[in-house]
């Protein structure tokens, strides 16, 4: 699966999607998934959200949204797209 140029040409729903894609493990294309996510994310911890998430994190499609949400959100950053 390709991914969007970057995170703000995502909805947020469009975004889940795409990760629940991911989680589901219906590509071959992992390791390519995890190196596009690194490019248009821009959380220090980039693709350790989808492997290692940290205590506070769920281990969810939705838990790195939420997470994403939360730091962008702190850096006064836009996340996704309206």
Known sequence: MKLKDSLQDYT???FLITLEWFWDGE???EDEFVYQF???VRHPE???L???PKSHQEDSPEGVIQELKRWYAE???PCFKD
């Open 75 to 77: 850096q006064g950053l």
């Open 50 to 52: 989808l492997t290692h």
């Open 12 to 14: 947020e729903n469009e």
């Open 38 to 40: 690194n490019q248009i």
């Open 46 to 48: 980039k693709s350790a």
């Open 27 to 29: 590509g071959s294309e």
